[in-house]
């Protein structure tokens, strides 16, 4: 997969078939557009390409700034690398990229730098200035400028449409189970382990404190996590707090991972955390023999889950 970090920089001949979207969390709804794109290209004998948008519109254009991603460029990157797609492009949005009505996106970028051919695209997807564009008028704007338009309809779990506004929702709310089913994988944090005050260890809980880069990237509700990780190659099972450490009056939010049967120095080290399911809420203490007490209860419920 070839990766462009502008529409000008995409440079092939071939005529293609496009997806265009932000595709926060790849989703099952998104997983088979992209199924149609590849198939739809080898059948056609055309280039493959997926369209989205960095930082994604909403940063941009949200007056608050509070937007919350699913997904980091690179874990996007990583999730679409080896799917079978020719190319990615990584548009930078900004506010004249916003001001694009839908005839100047279509012209200029997808029919004269793209040369597309066929576009398949998600039911609700919109676009241009103030999102003034639907697929309808898109399938409008085909006969003009000699393209086709195939429209994925909604994808359903259990009767319910699929969205990354509702896996937000579940993440948000900690319920990582319904997120994981609505993702087709787990929900994961990616941080680099960083130095904490060294409470845990002296409790003989020792964590390694995670830090995340991207702001935007959304992590669950305070509580305390069973999850998993791989280090050089071994996955290990370990328990997760996101919080801000009550019992010690912290006022910093922070995410600790302890690890079990895990003692091994990797400050500094990038990992990432498959979230697998909420323990509890996070609590305040009586004291930190309390709250030791606590993480011996934690520890032998998530050993519980393991054993299962």
Request: glycine share 6%; with cysteine.
């Amino acid at each position: 997969m070839k990766i462009y970090r502008s529409i000008e920089d995409y440079n092939q001949d071939k005529r293609s078939v496009v997806t265009i979207g932000t595709f926060d969390g790849l989703h099952h709804g998104h997983q088979k557009i992209f199924t149609r794109l590849i198939n739809s290209s080898k059948s056609r004998d055309l280039s493959s390409v997926v369209l989205t948008f960095f930082p994604h519109p909403r940063i941009i254009l949200n007056k608050y700034n509070d937007v919350k991603m699913i997904d980091t460029l690179d874990e996007k990157i990583l999730h679409l690398d080896g799917i079978g797609i020719d190319s990615l492009i990584i548009h930078p949005f900004d506010k004249n990229f916003s001001l694009l009505t839908a005839n100047q996106f279509i012209k200029d970028f997808l029919v004269e730098r793209l040369k597309v051919k066929h576009i398949i695209i998600g039911y609700d997807h919109r676009f241009g200035k103030g999102r003034e564009a639907s697929v309808t008028d898109l399938k409008n704007y085909a006969n003009e400028y000699d393209f086709t338009v195939e429209e994925i309809k909604a994808q359903e779990i259990e009767k319910i449409k699929v969205s990354s506004t509702k896996i937000r929702n579940s993440i948000n709310d900690g319920d990582l189970k319904t997120a994981g089913k609505y993702l087709g994988r787990s929900f994961k944090l990616t941080g680099k382990v960083i130095k904490g005050d060294g409470l845990g260890k002296k409790i003989n809980y020792p964590t390694a404190n995670i830090f995340i880069e991207e702001k935007y990237k959304i992590t669950p509700k305070d509580g305390v996590y069973f999850i998993k990780t791989i280090i050089k190659n071994k996955i290990y099972n370990g328990m997760m707090n996101i919080g801000h450490r009550p019992t010690i009056g912290s006022n910093d939010k922070s995410l600790e991972v302890h690890l079990f049967n895990f003692n091994e120095d990797i400050y500094d080290h990038v990992i990432s955390i498959e979230m697998i399911s909420k323990i509890r809420d996070e609590k305040k203490f009586a004291s930190i023999e309390g709250l030791k007490k606590q993480l011996l209860k934690d520890e032998n419920y998530c050993l519980k889950l393991i054993n299962k």
